[in-house]
Structure formats: C-alpha cells, structure tokens
C-alpha cells in the first residue's frame, strides 16, 4: 500500500517561515509529478505548488516568490519552503504524488498538515 507521510506544519507568526516534508512509500515504481494543494475552510482546495520528473516547477500567484518546491528523487520526498508567511495562507495543506505502481499511474494524496499563521 502506497504512503505519503506529511510533516513540518504548525504555528507561526506572519513573516516566518516553515518547511514542509512529504515522503512516499519506497513500493512506488516511478514518480512523475509531485506538489502541495491546500485548503482553507470554506474554500476549495487548490494548487500551490508543483513539480515535474525533470524539475520543472509551477506556483499559485499568491505564493510567487515566497515558496520553493524541491524534491529528492532519491528519497521520494518533496519539500516545500514557505517564507514571509502571511495570515492567508492559513490552511491544510495536501501533498500529491502522480505515481506508477504495478504498470498504472495513480494519484496520491497525503493526509494533511496544518499551517496557521497568525497576523
């Protein structure tokens, strides 16, 4: 069975910064895509950050230039570098992993870490 275990959320003050870890279970073949959605109450989830297999990164507007996306291919893991954490990006935040297991893509989510900032 495929995990994705999700670490590094919590309580911050607005300007701080948090890392967020997500690692997936070493039973996945090959991972392609990789990134952090998260969800506010109330709202819908939506993207933050994504990476490709190759590197390629994409990001919300909103965290432009305050979030960094990285991976570790060698460890199945993604990261996510949040700074100068504003009140807004308060929410649960979601890895997801685009990963083939037994010849199928699927897609992976983990269970969720809480990020509060505080203003």
């Known amino acids: 069975q495929v995990q994705l275990v999700e670490s590094g959320g919590g309580l911050v003050q607005a300007g701080g910064s948090l890392r967020l870890s997500c690692a997936a279970s070493?039973?996945?073949?090959?991972?392609?895509?990789m990134g952090w959605y998260r969800q506010a109450p109330g709202k819908q989830r939506e993207l933050v950050a994504a990476?490709?297999?190759?590197?390629?990164?994409n990001y919300a507007d909103s965290v432009k230039g305050r979030f960094t996306i990285s991976r570790d291919n060698a460890k199945n893991t993604v990261y996510l570098q949040m700074n100068s954490l504003k009140p807004e990006d308060t929410a649960v935040y979601y890895c997801?992993?685009?990963?083939?297991?037994?010849?199928?893509?699927?897609?992976?989510w983990g269970q969720g870490t809480q990020v509060t900032v505080s203003s």
């Open positions: 990476i490709t297999s190759r590197g390629s990164t």
């Open positions: 070493r039973n996945i073949f090959s991972i392609n895509a």
């Open positions: 997801n992993v685009e990963g083939l297991v037994a010849g199928t893509w699927y897609d992976y």
